[in-house]
Protein backbone atom coordinates (compact mmCIF):
# COMPACT_ATOMS: atom_id res chain seq x y z
CA UNK A 1 0.00 0.00 0.00
CA UNK A 2 3.07 2.34 0.73
CA UNK A 3 4.07 2.05 -2.75
CA UNK A 4 0.72 2.53 -4.35
CA UNK A 5 0.35 6.20 -1.84
CA UNK A 6 3.86 6.86 -3.34
CA UNK A 7 3.13 6.14 -6.92
CA UNK A 8 -0.38 7.94 -6.59
CA UNK A 9 1.26 10.93 -5.16
CA UNK A 10 4.20 11.47 -7.67
CA UNK A 11 1.51 10.98 -10.37
CA UNK A 12 -0.46 14.30 -8.73
CA UNK A 13 2.89 16.35 -8.01
CA UNK A 14 2.95 18.17 -11.49
CA UNK A 15 -0.73 19.29 -11.24
CA UNK A 16 -1.57 22.94 -9.67
CA UNK A 17 -3.59 24.86 -8.48
CA UNK A 18 -7.04 23.85 -6.63
CA UNK A 19 -7.29 20.31 -8.25
CA UNK A 20 -3.70 19.67 -6.93
CA UNK A 21 -5.03 20.30 -3.65
CA UNK A 22 -8.03 18.32 -4.03
CA UNK A 23 -6.25 15.31 -5.20
CA UNK A 24 -3.52 15.75 -1.92
CA UNK A 25 -6.41 15.59 0.13
CA UNK A 26 -8.04 12.58 -0.83
CA UNK A 27 -4.74 10.93 -1.20
CA UNK A 28 -4.65 12.21 2.44
CA UNK A 29 -8.06 10.59 3.71
CA UNK A 30 -6.76 7.42 1.68
CA UNK A 31 -3.58 7.32 4.23
CA UNK A 32 -6.00 7.74 7.20
CA UNK A 33 -8.25 4.98 6.03
CA UNK A 34 -5.42 2.35 5.39
CA UNK A 35 -3.52 3.44 8.43
CA UNK A 36 -0.43 3.88 6.07
CA UNK A 37 2.26 5.88 8.26
CA UNK A 38 2.70 9.67 6.22
CA UNK A 39 3.69 9.16 2.47
CA UNK A 40 4.15 12.82 2.57
CA UNK A 41 6.96 12.59 4.39
CA UNK A 42 7.95 8.76 2.99
CA UNK A 43 7.97 10.23 -0.33
CA UNK A 44 9.76 13.64 0.73
CA UNK A 45 12.61 11.45 2.00
CA UNK A 46 12.42 9.11 -0.78
CA UNK A 47 13.13 12.00 -3.17
CA UNK A 48 15.96 14.00 -1.25
CA UNK A 49 17.47 10.39 -0.73
CA UNK A 50 17.36 10.01 -4.38
CA UNK A 51 19.11 13.57 -4.87
CA UNK A 52 21.43 13.14 -2.10
CA UNK A 53 22.48 10.09 -3.85
CA UNK A 54 22.49 11.23 -7.99
CA UNK A 55 24.26 14.37 -6.90
CA UNK A 56 26.66 13.44 -4.65
CA UNK A 57 29.64 12.41 -7.01
CA UNK A 58 29.36 16.00 -8.27
CA UNK A 59 31.17 18.78 -6.13
CA UNK A 60 28.62 21.46 -7.82
CA UNK A 61 25.41 19.53 -7.88
CA UNK A 62 25.43 18.01 -4.47
CA UNK A 63 26.56 21.63 -2.73
CA UNK A 64 23.70 23.48 -4.76
CA UNK A 65 20.61 20.80 -3.12
CA UNK A 66 22.36 21.11 0.17
CA UNK A 67 22.10 24.44 0.41
CA UNK A 68 18.40 24.31 -1.29
CA UNK A 69 18.01 21.79 0.83
CA UNK A 70 16.98 19.42 -1.70
CA UNK A 71 14.39 21.29 -3.03
CA UNK A 72 13.45 20.83 -6.68
CA UNK A 73 14.68 23.06 -9.46
CA UNK A 74 13.20 21.21 -12.35
CA UNK A 75 10.33 18.68 -11.10
CA UNK A 76 7.81 20.15 -9.43
CA UNK A 77 4.31 21.43 -10.80
CA UNK A 78 5.73 25.50 -10.26
CA UNK A 79 9.18 24.46 -12.32
CA UNK A 80 7.40 24.37 -15.90
CA UNK A 81 9.03 28.11 -16.88
CA UNK A 82 12.26 26.52 -16.43
CA UNK A 83 11.61 23.07 -18.11
CA UNK A 84 10.26 24.66 -20.97
CA UNK A 85 13.16 27.69 -21.25
CA UNK A 86 15.80 24.10 -20.46
CA UNK A 87 14.00 22.24 -23.68
CA UNK A 88 13.61 25.17 -25.85
CA UNK A 89 17.14 25.93 -25.33
CA UNK A 90 18.43 21.98 -26.27
CA UNK A 91 15.94 22.20 -29.24
CA UNK A 92 17.94 24.74 -30.86
CA UNK A 93 21.35 23.74 -29.32
CA UNK A 94 22.04 22.39 -33.38
CA UNK A 95 21.65 26.16 -34.45
CA UNK A 96 25.08 27.64 -32.24
CA UNK A 97 27.13 24.19 -33.55
CA UNK A 98 26.15 21.69 -30.52
CA UNK A 99 26.78 18.55 -30.10
CA UNK A 100 23.23 17.98 -29.41
CA UNK A 101 23.45 14.35 -28.05
CA UNK A 102 25.43 15.71 -25.16
CA UNK A 103 22.23 16.97 -23.78
CA UNK A 104 19.85 13.90 -23.82
CA UNK A 105 16.72 16.01 -24.64
CA UNK A 106 14.85 13.10 -25.58
CA UNK A 107 15.64 10.86 -23.30
CA UNK A 108 14.72 13.46 -20.54
CA UNK A 109 11.00 13.97 -21.85
CA UNK A 110 10.73 10.38 -21.93
CA UNK A 111 11.85 10.12 -18.64
CA UNK A 112 9.63 13.05 -17.37
CA UNK A 113 6.53 10.76 -18.98
CA UNK A 114 7.59 7.96 -17.44
CA UNK A 115 7.60 8.74 -13.68
CA UNK A 116 6.40 6.54 -11.50
CA UNK A 117 8.06 7.22 -7.85
CA UNK A 118 9.48 9.94 -5.83
CA UNK A 119 13.27 8.14 -6.38
CA UNK A 120 13.04 8.13 -9.74
CA UNK A 121 11.78 11.77 -9.51
CA UNK A 122 15.18 12.73 -7.22
CA UNK A 123 17.25 10.96 -9.81
CA UNK A 124 15.68 12.85 -12.54
CA UNK A 125 15.84 16.28 -10.88
CA UNK A 126 19.64 15.74 -10.91
CA UNK A 127 20.16 14.53 -14.64
CA UNK A 128 18.41 17.54 -15.59
CA UNK A 129 21.08 19.95 -13.60
CA UNK A 130 23.53 17.85 -15.39
CA UNK A 131 22.55 17.89 -18.82
CA UNK A 132 21.55 22.08 -18.00
CA UNK A 133 25.10 22.38 -16.65
CA UNK A 134 26.77 21.00 -19.65
CA UNK A 135 24.51 22.86 -22.71
CA UNK A 136 25.39 26.07 -20.24
CA UNK A 137 28.88 25.32 -20.47
CA UNK A 138 29.08 24.28 -24.01
CA UNK A 139 26.80 27.26 -24.97
CA UNK A 140 28.78 29.66 -23.31
CA UNK A 141 32.84 28.70 -23.49
CA UNK A 142 32.92 25.50 -25.70
CA UNK A 143 32.90 21.90 -25.61
CA UNK A 144 35.85 21.56 -26.92
CA UNK A 145 39.49 22.04 -24.91
CA UNK A 146 41.77 23.82 -27.24
CA UNK A 147 45.11 23.05 -25.49
CA UNK A 148 44.24 19.48 -26.29
CA UNK A 149 43.86 20.34 -29.62
CA UNK A 150 46.36 22.22 -30.79
CA UNK A 151 49.41 23.55 -28.63
CA UNK A 152 49.61 26.94 -29.94
CA UNK A 153 46.02 27.87 -29.35
CA UNK A 154 46.98 28.80 -25.50
CA UNK A 155 44.32 30.96 -24.82
CA UNK A 156 42.70 30.51 -21.06
CA UNK A 157 39.12 30.25 -21.82
CA UNK A 158 36.76 31.44 -18.51
CA UNK A 159 34.98 28.20 -17.51
CA UNK A 160 32.36 29.61 -15.39
CA UNK A 161 31.72 27.48 -11.91
CA UNK A 162 29.28 25.17 -12.47
CA UNK A 163 27.65 25.92 -8.71
CA UNK A 164 27.59 29.79 -9.33
CA UNK A 165 25.89 28.81 -12.79
CA UNK A 166 23.29 26.99 -10.44
CA UNK A 167 22.72 29.54 -8.10
CA UNK A 168 22.10 32.47 -10.77
CA UNK A 169 20.13 30.57 -13.21
CA UNK A 170 17.28 29.21 -9.80
CA UNK A 171 17.11 33.23 -9.00
CA UNK A 172 16.22 34.59 -12.59
CA UNK A 173 14.14 34.46 -14.98
CA UNK A 174 15.13 31.48 -16.68
CA UNK A 175 14.48 32.20 -20.13
CA UNK A 176 17.11 35.23 -20.25
CA UNK A 177 19.25 33.67 -18.41
CA UNK A 178 19.41 30.77 -20.66
CA UNK A 179 19.37 33.64 -23.70
CA UNK A 180 22.32 35.38 -22.12
CA UNK A 181 24.62 32.43 -21.89
CA UNK A 182 26.31 32.48 -25.38
CA UNK A 183 28.53 35.24 -27.10
CA UNK A 184 26.59 38.19 -27.40
CA UNK A 185 29.05 39.97 -29.58
CA UNK A 186 27.26 40.73 -32.81
CA UNK A 187 30.06 38.56 -34.83
CA UNK A 188 28.31 35.66 -33.13
CA UNK A 189 25.10 35.97 -34.35
CA UNK A 190 25.78 36.94 -38.00
CA UNK A 191 28.04 33.38 -37.95
CA UNK A 192 24.36 31.67 -36.70
CA UNK A 193 22.76 32.95 -39.50
CA UNK A 194 25.85 32.14 -41.48
CA UNK A 195 25.18 28.68 -40.27
CA UNK A 196 21.56 28.63 -41.88
CA UNK A 197 22.55 30.25 -44.86
CA UNK A 198 25.43 27.18 -45.75
CA UNK A 199 22.89 24.85 -44.78
CA UNK A 200 20.69 26.13 -47.69
CA UNK A 201 23.12 26.19 -49.83
CA UNK A 202 23.66 22.67 -49.42
CA UNK A 203 20.33 21.61 -49.49
CA UNK A 204 19.87 22.71 -53.27
CA UNK A 205 23.24 21.13 -53.95
CA UNK A 206 26.15 23.68 -53.95
CA UNK A 207 27.42 26.36 -55.62
CA UNK A 208 27.58 23.94 -58.87
CA UNK A 209 30.22 22.82 -60.73
CA UNK A 210 33.89 24.00 -59.97
CA UNK A 211 36.02 25.18 -61.79
CA UNK A 212 39.32 23.92 -63.88
CA UNK A 213 42.42 25.34 -62.53
CA UNK A 214 45.22 24.41 -64.89
CA UNK A 215 44.99 27.58 -66.24
CA UNK A 216 44.73 31.37 -65.37
CA UNK A 217 41.43 33.07 -66.85
CA UNK A 218 41.86 36.98 -67.26
CA UNK A 219 39.45 39.63 -68.56
CA UNK A 220 38.95 39.30 -73.03
CA UNK A 221 39.04 35.13 -72.38
CA UNK A 222 35.71 32.97 -73.38
CA UNK A 223 35.36 29.24 -72.99
CA UNK A 224 33.31 26.76 -70.81
CA UNK A 225 36.12 28.03 -67.83
CA UNK A 226 34.64 31.15 -67.66
CA UNK A 227 31.55 29.95 -68.19
CA UNK A 228 31.60 27.98 -64.87
CA UNK A 229 33.34 30.66 -62.96
CA UNK A 230 30.57 32.94 -64.28
CA UNK A 231 27.73 30.40 -63.30
CA UNK A 232 29.89 29.87 -59.67
CA UNK A 233 30.05 33.44 -58.91
CA UNK A 234 26.38 33.76 -59.42
CA UNK A 235 25.55 31.45 -57.00
CA UNK A 236 27.82 32.42 -54.31
CA UNK A 237 26.30 36.23 -54.79
CA UNK A 238 29.46 38.20 -56.18
CA UNK A 239 27.77 38.40 -59.70
CA UNK A 240 23.86 39.49 -61.03
CA UNK A 241 22.28 37.19 -63.62
CA UNK A 242 24.11 37.20 -66.80
CA UNK A 243 24.59 35.26 -70.13
CA UNK A 244 27.94 36.27 -71.27
CA UNK A 245 30.55 34.11 -71.97
CA UNK A 246 33.13 36.25 -71.88
CA UNK A 247 35.54 37.60 -69.29
CA UNK A 248 33.92 41.21 -69.10
CA UNK A 249 34.16 43.57 -67.40
CA UNK A 250 31.14 42.92 -64.83
CA UNK A 251 33.03 39.70 -64.07
CA UNK A 252 36.52 41.26 -63.50
CA UNK A 253 34.50 43.10 -60.84
CA UNK A 254 32.89 40.54 -59.52
CA UNK A 255 36.03 38.49 -59.24
CA UNK A 256 37.50 41.36 -57.60
CA UNK A 257 34.66 41.44 -55.00
CA UNK A 258 35.61 37.73 -54.33
CA UNK A 259 38.82 38.21 -53.64
CA UNK A 260 38.61 41.39 -51.61
CA UNK A 261 36.42 39.07 -48.98
CA UNK A 262 38.69 36.16 -49.45
CA UNK A 263 41.98 37.80 -48.56
CA UNK A 264 43.59 37.63 -52.09
CA UNK A 265 45.42 40.73 -53.99
CA UNK A 266 42.26 42.17 -55.66
CA UNK A 267 43.90 41.98 -59.17
CA UNK A 268 40.31 40.68 -60.51
CA UNK A 269 42.48 37.83 -62.63
CA UNK A 270 41.89 34.18 -61.61
CA UNK A 271 44.86 32.74 -61.32
CA UNK A 272 45.20 29.36 -59.51
CA UNK A 273 45.25 30.78 -56.03
CA UNK A 274 41.66 32.55 -56.55
CA UNK A 275 40.22 29.52 -58.72
CA UNK A 276 41.80 27.34 -55.87
CA UNK A 277 39.24 29.47 -53.07
CA UNK A 278 36.25 29.66 -56.13
CA UNK A 279 36.24 26.82 -55.83
CA UNK A 280 35.93 25.20 -52.01
CA UNK A 281 32.65 24.00 -51.09
CA UNK A 282 29.88 25.17 -49.16
CA UNK A 283 30.30 22.13 -46.59
CA UNK A 284 33.86 23.13 -45.95
CA UNK A 285 32.85 27.38 -45.86
CA UNK A 286 30.14 25.81 -42.82
CA UNK A 287 32.84 24.10 -41.20
CA UNK A 288 35.05 26.95 -41.01
CA UNK A 289 31.78 28.98 -39.67
CA UNK A 290 30.93 26.32 -37.37
CA UNK A 291 34.90 26.17 -35.51
CA UNK A 292 34.47 30.55 -35.66
CA UNK A 293 31.34 29.91 -33.55
CA UNK A 294 33.74 27.64 -30.77
CA UNK A 295 36.30 30.13 -31.13
CA UNK A 296 34.61 32.84 -30.44
CA UNK A 297 32.64 30.56 -27.31
CA UNK A 298 36.32 30.16 -25.99
CA UNK A 299 36.56 34.26 -25.78
CA UNK A 300 32.63 34.68 -24.23
CA UNK A 301 33.40 36.73 -20.64
CA UNK A 302 37.41 37.94 -21.80
CA UNK A 303 36.72 41.29 -21.77
CA UNK A 304 38.02 43.03 -25.40
CA UNK A 305 38.46 46.15 -24.35
CA UNK A 306 36.60 49.47 -25.64
CA UNK A 307 40.17 50.09 -27.09
CA UNK A 308 41.98 46.79 -28.49
CA UNK A 309 44.60 45.27 -30.61
CA UNK A 310 43.07 42.12 -32.88
CA UNK A 311 45.40 40.13 -34.91
CA UNK A 312 43.97 37.46 -36.81
CA UNK A 313 46.99 35.47 -37.74
CA UNK A 314 45.07 33.76 -40.74
CA UNK A 315 43.93 37.26 -42.10
CA UNK A 316 47.83 38.58 -41.73
CA UNK A 317 46.50 41.80 -40.53
CA UNK A 318 46.89 43.72 -37.06
CA UNK A 319 44.15 46.20 -36.12
CA UNK A 320 43.11 49.17 -33.41
CA UNK A 321 39.66 49.29 -32.50
CA UNK A 322 37.78 51.37 -30.74
CA UNK A 323 34.13 51.25 -29.48
CA UNK A 324 34.07 48.53 -32.09
CA UNK A 325 35.26 50.22 -35.20
CA UNK A 326 38.16 49.69 -36.40
CA UNK A 327 40.33 53.24 -36.38
CA UNK A 328 43.87 51.38 -37.86
CA UNK A 329 44.95 48.29 -39.78
CA UNK A 330 48.43 47.24 -40.94
CA UNK A 331 49.27 43.83 -43.06
CA UNK A 332 51.41 41.77 -40.78
CA UNK A 333 53.57 38.94 -41.28
CA UNK A 334 52.95 36.02 -38.95
CA UNK A 335 54.65 32.71 -37.87
CA UNK A 336 55.99 30.06 -40.29
CA UNK A 337 53.90 27.00 -40.77
CA UNK A 338 56.69 25.14 -38.47
CA UNK A 339 56.97 23.23 -35.75
CA UNK A 340 58.03 25.72 -33.37
CA UNK A 341 57.52 28.37 -35.19
CA UNK A 342 53.41 29.08 -35.34
CA UNK A 343 52.37 31.72 -33.87
CA UNK A 344 50.40 30.99 -30.75
CA UNK A 345 46.77 31.99 -29.98
CA UNK A 346 46.29 34.22 -26.58
CA UNK A 347 44.93 37.78 -24.97
CA UNK A 348 47.36 39.76 -23.00
CA UNK A 349 48.07 43.42 -22.15
CA UNK A 350 50.07 45.73 -24.29
CA UNK A 351 52.12 47.40 -21.77
CA UNK A 352 55.01 49.50 -23.82
CA UNK A 353 56.75 50.17 -26.90
CA UNK A 354 60.67 49.75 -27.14
CA UNK A 355 62.74 52.58 -29.63
CA UNK A 356 65.49 51.52 -31.30
CA UNK A 357 65.90 47.73 -29.72
CA UNK A 358 68.16 45.34 -28.74
CA UNK A 359 67.07 41.77 -30.40
CA UNK A 360 68.32 39.27 -28.07
CA UNK A 361 68.34 36.13 -29.82
CA UNK A 362 66.11 33.42 -28.67
CA UNK A 363 68.47 30.17 -27.47
CA UNK A 364 66.35 27.82 -29.51
CA UNK A 365 67.40 30.25 -32.79
CA UNK A 366 70.65 30.80 -31.44
CA UNK A 367 71.61 26.58 -31.63
CA UNK A 368 69.37 25.98 -34.43
CA UNK A 369 69.99 27.89 -36.62
CA UNK A 370 73.56 30.23 -35.54
CA UNK A 371 75.67 27.17 -33.85
CA UNK A 372 76.09 25.44 -37.04
CA UNK A 373 77.04 28.39 -38.76
CA UNK A 374 79.46 29.28 -36.27
CA UNK A 375 80.70 25.52 -36.10
CA UNK A 376 81.81 26.17 -39.72
CA UNK A 377 83.13 29.36 -39.38
CA UNK A 378 83.23 31.22 -36.14
CA UNK A 379 83.43 34.40 -38.02
CA UNK A 380 80.05 34.33 -39.27
CA UNK A 381 77.09 36.34 -38.60
CA UNK A 382 79.21 39.20 -37.61
CA UNK A 383 76.60 41.69 -36.92
CA UNK A 384 75.41 39.62 -33.78
CA UNK A 385 77.37 39.97 -30.67
CA UNK A 386 78.21 37.14 -28.37
CA UNK A 387 78.49 37.21 -24.71
CA UNK A 388 79.22 34.71 -21.83
CA UNK A 389 76.79 34.67 -18.64
CA UNK A 390 78.77 37.55 -17.22
CA UNK A 391 77.69 40.06 -20.07
CA UNK A 392 81.59 39.61 -21.81
CA UNK A 393 81.85 39.65 -25.34
CA UNK A 394 83.26 36.61 -26.59
CA UNK A 395 86.57 35.99 -29.01
CA UNK A 396 85.31 34.13 -31.84
CA UNK A 397 88.46 33.42 -32.94
CA UNK A 398 89.32 31.62 -29.43
CA UNK A 399 86.67 29.47 -29.00
CA UNK A 400 86.15 26.08 -30.68
CA UNK A 401 82.29 26.25 -31.54
CA UNK A 402 82.58 22.59 -32.13
CA UNK A 403 82.66 21.12 -28.50
CA UNK A 404 79.36 22.80 -27.95
CA UNK A 405 75.60 21.50 -28.75
CA UNK A 406 72.33 22.72 -28.49
CA UNK A 407 71.75 21.40 -24.96
CA UNK A 408 75.45 22.88 -23.31
CA UNK A 409 76.17 25.76 -26.03
CA UNK A 410 76.93 28.71 -22.91
CA UNK A 411 76.61 32.25 -24.65
CA UNK A 412 74.23 34.35 -26.04
CA UNK A 413 73.63 36.47 -28.90
CA UNK A 414 72.16 39.83 -29.74
CA UNK A 415 71.79 42.10 -32.24
CA UNK A 416 72.61 46.00 -30.85
CA UNK A 417 70.45 48.60 -32.30
CA UNK A 418 70.65 49.63 -36.43
CA UNK A 419 68.18 50.24 -38.90
CA UNK A 420 68.93 46.54 -40.26
CA UNK A 421 67.99 44.84 -36.73
CA UNK A 422 65.73 41.92 -37.14
CA UNK A 423 62.82 43.96 -34.56
CA UNK A 424 63.40 46.49 -37.20
CA UNK A 425 63.63 50.31 -35.12
CA UNK A 426 60.32 49.68 -32.61
CA UNK A 427 58.89 46.45 -30.35
CA UNK A 428 55.23 47.00 -28.80
CA UNK A 429 55.42 44.32 -25.63
CA UNK A 430 53.19 42.60 -24.02
CA UNK A 431 55.19 40.38 -21.67
CA UNK A 432 54.11 36.66 -22.16
CA UNK A 433 55.50 33.20 -21.20
CA UNK A 434 56.13 32.37 -25.16
CA UNK A 435 58.39 35.95 -26.11
CA UNK A 436 55.53 37.13 -28.32
CA UNK A 437 55.78 40.46 -29.53
CA UNK A 438 54.73 42.80 -32.25
CA UNK A 439 57.50 44.45 -33.86
CA UNK A 440 59.45 46.02 -37.03
CA UNK A 441 61.17 44.46 -39.77
CA UNK A 442 64.02 45.55 -42.13
CA UNK A 443 62.51 42.86 -44.48
CA UNK A 444 59.81 44.62 -46.37
CA UNK A 445 59.46 42.68 -49.32
CA UNK A 446 57.51 40.12 -47.59
CA UNK A 447 54.60 42.32 -47.12
CA UNK A 448 53.65 42.27 -50.55
CA UNK A 449 52.90 38.53 -50.58
CA UNK A 450 49.65 37.71 -50.57
CA UNK A 451 50.21 35.05 -47.68
CA UNK A 452 52.80 35.93 -44.77
CA UNK A 453 53.61 33.43 -42.68
CA UNK A 454 57.56 33.47 -42.77
CA UNK A 455 58.64 34.97 -38.96
CA UNK A 456 59.48 32.95 -36.31
CA UNK A 457 56.35 33.36 -34.46
CA UNK A 458 56.33 37.04 -33.57
CA UNK A 459 54.26 39.30 -35.35
CA UNK A 460 55.77 41.78 -37.88
CA UNK A 461 54.02 45.19 -38.63
CA UNK A 462 53.71 46.34 -42.02
CA UNK A 463 52.96 50.22 -40.82
CA UNK A 464 55.07 50.11 -36.97
CA UNK A 465 55.60 53.80 -37.03
CA UNK A 466 51.90 54.69 -37.43
CA UNK A 467 50.91 51.72 -35.27
CA UNK A 468 53.14 53.82 -32.70
CA UNK A 469 51.39 57.43 -33.65
CA UNK A 470 48.08 55.81 -33.25
CA UNK A 471 48.81 54.31 -29.72
CA UNK A 472 50.13 57.14 -28.49
CA UNK A 473 47.33 59.51 -29.84
CA UNK A 474 45.72 59.02 -26.29
CA UNK A 475 48.62 59.99 -24.25
CA UNK A 476 50.08 63.13 -26.03
CA UNK A 477 49.24 65.83 -28.44
CA UNK A 478 52.22 65.44 -30.50
CA UNK A 479 52.68 61.42 -31.12
CA UNK A 480 54.77 61.66 -33.60
CA UNK A 481 57.16 64.03 -31.86
CA UNK A 482 57.39 62.16 -29.10
CA UNK A 483 58.41 58.63 -30.93
CA UNK A 484 60.45 60.65 -33.49
CA UNK A 485 62.89 61.97 -30.00
CA UNK A 486 62.82 58.52 -29.42
CA UNK A 487 64.03 57.31 -32.50
CA UNK A 488 66.99 59.87 -33.04
CA UNK A 489 68.86 59.04 -29.95
CA UNK A 490 69.72 56.01 -31.86
CA UNK A 491 69.55 53.87 -28.23
CA UNK A 492 67.23 51.67 -26.69
CA UNK A 493 64.90 53.49 -25.15
CA UNK A 494 61.22 52.53 -23.49
CA UNK A 495 57.63 54.52 -23.93
CA UNK A 496 55.14 53.04 -21.66
CA UNK A 497 51.55 53.03 -22.16
CA UNK A 498 49.45 55.58 -20.04
CA UNK A 499 46.90 52.91 -19.96
CA UNK A 500 47.57 49.04 -21.01
CA UNK A 501 45.85 48.06 -24.01
CA UNK A 502 44.38 44.77 -24.62
CA UNK A 503 45.72 43.03 -27.71
CA UNK A 504 44.52 39.62 -28.79
CA UNK A 505 45.96 37.40 -31.06
CA UNK A 506 43.06 35.09 -32.81
CA UNK A 507 42.90 32.71 -35.48
CA UNK A 508 39.57 33.30 -37.25
CA UNK A 509 39.66 31.97 -40.97
CA UNK A 510 35.38 33.27 -40.82
CA UNK A 511 34.67 36.00 -39.94
CA UNK A 512 31.97 38.87 -40.70
CA UNK A 513 32.64 42.20 -42.06
CA UNK A 514 31.10 45.15 -40.70
CA UNK A 515 28.52 44.76 -43.39
CA UNK A 516 28.19 41.52 -41.90
CA UNK A 517 29.17 39.78 -44.73
CA UNK A 518 31.33 36.45 -44.12
CA UNK A 519 34.58 37.22 -45.25
CA UNK A 520 37.25 33.63 -45.48
CA UNK A 521 40.74 33.11 -45.41
CA UNK A 522 42.93 29.73 -45.79
CA UNK A 523 43.60 27.32 -42.78
CA UNK A 524 47.48 28.17 -42.69
CA UNK A 525 48.28 26.38 -39.80
CA UNK A 526 45.83 23.77 -40.58
CA UNK A 527 44.18 24.83 -36.72
CA UNK A 528 40.84 24.74 -37.95
CA UNK A 529 41.00 21.29 -39.48
CA UNK A 530 41.89 20.01 -36.22
CA UNK A 531 39.58 21.84 -34.10
CA UNK A 532 36.65 20.47 -36.63
CA UNK A 533 37.93 17.00 -35.91
CA UNK A 534 38.10 17.90 -31.80
CA UNK A 535 34.50 18.81 -32.35
CA UNK A 536 32.74 15.95 -34.36
CA UNK A 537 35.09 13.47 -31.59
CA UNK A 538 32.96 15.62 -28.72
CA UNK A 539 29.83 14.72 -30.70
CA UNK A 540 28.99 17.47 -33.36
CA UNK A 541 26.66 16.04 -36.01
CA UNK A 542 26.05 17.84 -39.34
CA UNK A 543 22.41 18.69 -39.75
CA UNK A 544 21.26 16.73 -42.66
CA UNK A 545 20.10 19.14 -45.20
CA UNK A 546 17.79 18.00 -47.99
CA UNK A 547 16.73 20.08 -50.92
Not at 102 to 110: F, G, K, P, V
Not at 521 to 526: A, E, M
Request: net charge neutral; glycine share 8%.
Amino acid sequence: MEQDAEVYMTATAFRPGILGLVHFLLLSLFVLLLGVPDPAMANSLAYRQAVAEAAASDRALAEFYRERDYLPLWTSGADSGRRAALFGALDMAGEHGLPVGRYESDELRAAFAELRSERQRGRLEVRVSAAFLRYARDVQTGFVDPVSVDAGIVREVPRRDPLQTLRSFAAADPAAFIKGLPPQMRQYGELRRARLDLEAVIGRGGWGATVASDKTLRPGDSGPSVVALRDRLISMGYLGRTATQTFDGTLQKAVQGFQLEHGLAPDGVAGPGTLAEVNVGAEARLHAVLVAMERLRWMNGIELGKRHIWVNLPDFTAKIVDDGKVTFESVTVVGMNEDGRRSPEFSDQMEFMVVNPTWNVPHSITVKEYLPMLQKNPRSVGHLRITDRHGRVVNRDATDFSQFTASNFPFRMSQPPADDNALGLVKFMFPNPWNIYLHDTPSKSLFQKEARAFSHGCIRLGKPFDFAYALLARQTDDPVGLFERHLKTRSETTIHLQKPVPVHLVYFTAWPSARGEIEYRRDVYGRDARVFDAMQAAGLVLREVRG
